[in-house]
């Protein structure tokens, strides 16, 4: 079966700071991936996407940066972090094709900039 | 572009009440619909979902969602809530299309009262 990682689980950094936030999946090959965040009182907004390596879509302009160095790896970073970014990072999945697919996501992320 | 509307912000109900949250959609075409939910301190867990044929859909833990497609609507309703149903519940939608992008709405905390 599939699963999804997210490491570190919890991360308190200071502004102006650099980030890397790891997401990994197994069990399935060349997956869809994405990247979103929630911010408190929030619902969920999508960062970035990616269909293969090295192939990067972004849907909002900000601070942060993906990379997909492998095909289950996808990555959030960020040169030096703003207090704006804190909040909780989710990595997902897509599973099925076409007009049956459906997003599983990992454990999350949260960030704390101070 | 398209968006998804959870007009219940904190909904306080006591075990045994019934339970109905309201999902709107904005966007014309066809559309897959989809609930999650995020127990405090778990990640985000696909709770149902919707693609074609009969608009009730049954998903997991005793929940179920109608979408009413003129109404634009996907509320999602459960006959008796437990205090374990105690969460933040999402209503999320992607075109059936090549948009492949999934909207979700700003999410409803769900408080069950022993």
């Known amino acids: 079966s599939q699963t999804i990682h997210q490491w570190p689980a919890t991360l308190v950094q200071p502004v102006g700071s650099p980030l890397s936030l790891e997401c990994t999946v197994e069990?399935?090959?060349?997956?869809?991936l994405y990247w979103y965040r929630q911010a408190a009182g929030r619902g969920l907004q999508l960062l970035f996407y990616?269909?293969?390596?090295?192939?990067i879509s972004s849907e909002v302009p900000q601070n942060l940066s993906a990379s997909r160095p492998q095909d289950r790896q996808f990555i959030l970073s960020s040169k030096k972090l703003l207090l704006s970014d804190s909040g909780f990072y989710l990595c997902?999945?897509?599973?099925?094709?076409?007009?049956?697919?459906?997003?599983?996501f990992g454990p999350g992320t949260r960030l704390l900039v101070l | 572009a398209q968006s998804v509307s959870q007009h219940n912000h904190h909904v306080i109900l006591s075990e045994a009440a019934s339970l109905e949250l309201g999902c709107n959609y904005s966007y014309g075409g066809t559309v897959n619909l989809f609930w999650y939910v995020q127990y405090p301190g778990q990640h985000l867990q696909l709770l149902l979902k919707y693609f074609s044929g009969d608009p009730l859909v049954k998903g997991i833990k005793g929940f179920e969602a109608e979408f009413i497609k003129s109404k634009f609507s996907f509320n999602l309703r459960k006959p008796s809530v437990q205090w374990s149903d105690t969460a933040e519940y999402f209503c999320a939608v992607i075109p059936s299309g090549s948009a492949r992008q999934l909207t979700f709405g700003s999410g409803t905390q769900l408080t069950v009262l022993p």
């Open positions: 990616s269909v293969g390596i090295g192939q």
């Open positions: 997902a999945w897509r599973a099925g094709q076409g007009a049956r697919e459906t997003q599983y």
């Open positions: 069990g399935t090959s060349n997956p869809n």
